[in-house]
């Protein structure tokens, strides 16, 4: 069991002094996870539906923020959010960055092929765990730099509220979004994104769908997408007590 500093970014601090959620917050796990559902194969979905607990109601959006509220029961799993890349390198390398065994990158492949690996035979767990960490490693900053652990240890303001940068692009954001456009319902924002992926974004589809032959997930690529969007946005022009804003 040893090892879990890896691919590692999830700082025990930040969890005990701070009151507020810190993996990206319910909304986005939840807009990511009514996504992904609309898009399963019948097949998938119907073991989807199958595994889901009956409180889901078969809505794995409801049940995407499960994850974060089992870190501490389940101690091995909350390195698994993560992921530290070197501080101003704007990459990600699996061999530089995911130095044990245990980090997120290999659980990804291993909760597609095998839930044993990931310490459960549960499959409701791996799936809810899957569906989670494919919402984390979009996060920008879920990949961040080490030093400031992924926006972690940054203050600033969000207009005139105190927070820190990686709690801005978990919750935020999201929220001043919704509340703004949308009545403060998710469900704007997942129809928005939808009409976007089926016109603006379409013919992006197709490569979001196939990294590889023979791979059925990707998670180096989101890895490495990950840092970038943390650098070209994220870190951009922010500095201790910068004060961010919609435009
Ligand atoms: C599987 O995990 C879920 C979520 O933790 C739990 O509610 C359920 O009881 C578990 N099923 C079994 C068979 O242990
Ligand atoms: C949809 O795409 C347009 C054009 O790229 C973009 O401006 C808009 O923000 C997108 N909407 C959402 C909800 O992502
Ligand atoms: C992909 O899978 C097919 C069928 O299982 C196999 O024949 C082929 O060699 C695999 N290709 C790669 C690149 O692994």
Same mark, same amino acid.
């Given at each position: 069991m040893?090892? %879990?500093?890896?691919? *590692?970014?999830?700082?025990?601090? *930040?969890?005990?002094? !701070?009151?507020?959620?810190?993996s990206w917050g319910v909304d986005g796990h939840l807009t990511v996870c009514r996504i992904a559902q609309s898009r399963l194969s019948e097949a998938a979905a119907d073991a989807v539906k199958k595994l889901l607990p009956e409180s889901a109601e078969g809505d794995l959006g409801s049940e995407c923020s499960w994850a974060d509220r089992v870190?501490?029961? %389940?101690?091995?799993? !909350?390195?698994?959010? %993560?992921?530290?890349?070197? @501080?101003?390198?704007?990459?990600?390398?699996?061999?530089?960055?995911?130095?044990?065994e245990d980090g *997120?990158?290999?659980?990804?492949?291993?909760?597609?092929?095998?839930?044993?690996?990931?310490?459960?035979?549960?499959?409701?767990?791996?799936?809810?765990?899957? !569906?989670? +960490?494919? #919402? @984390?490693?979009?996060?920008?900053?879920?990949?961040?730099?080490?030093? @400031?652990? #992924? #926006?972690? =240890?940054? @203050?600033?303001?969000?207009?005139?509220?105190? =927070? $820190?940068?990686?709690? $801005?692009?978990?919750?935020?954001?999201?929220? =001043? +979004?919704?509340?703004?456009s949308y009545d403060s319902n998710p469900d704007g924002l997942i129809a928005a994104i939808q009409a976007n992926i089926t016109g603006e974004w379409a013919d992006q589809v197709k490569a979001w769908e196939t990294c590889g032959s023979n791979v059925t997930t990707c998670p180096n690529r989101y890895a490495s997408e990950g840092i970038k969007a943390a650098c070209d946005w994220a870190y951009k022009g922010v500095s201790e007590d910068s004060v961010l804003q919609g435009k």
């Open positions: 040893e090892g %879990y500093k890896v691919c *590692v970014l999830a700082v025990v601090w *930040v969890l005990i002094f !701070s009151p507020v959620a810190h870190k501490f029961r %389940y101690h091995w799993s !909350s390195a698994l959010h %993560y992921i530290d890349t070197p @501080d101003d390198l704007c990459t990600f390398q699996y061999n530089r960055d995911c130095k044990d *997120v990158m290999d659980r990804f492949n291993d909760l597609m092929n095998n839930a044993e690996l990931v310490h459960t035979d549960n499959l409701t767990e791996a799936l809810l765990f899957l !569906s989670h +960490f494919m #919402g @984390d490693i979009h996060q920008p900053l879920h990949v961040g730099f080490t030093s @400031d652990r #992924g #926006g972690n =240890t940054i @203050d600033i303001h969000w207009y005139r509220t105190k =927070t $820190v940068l990686h709690h $801005v692009w978990d919750t935020s954001m999201i929220e =001043t +979004f919704e509340t703004r």
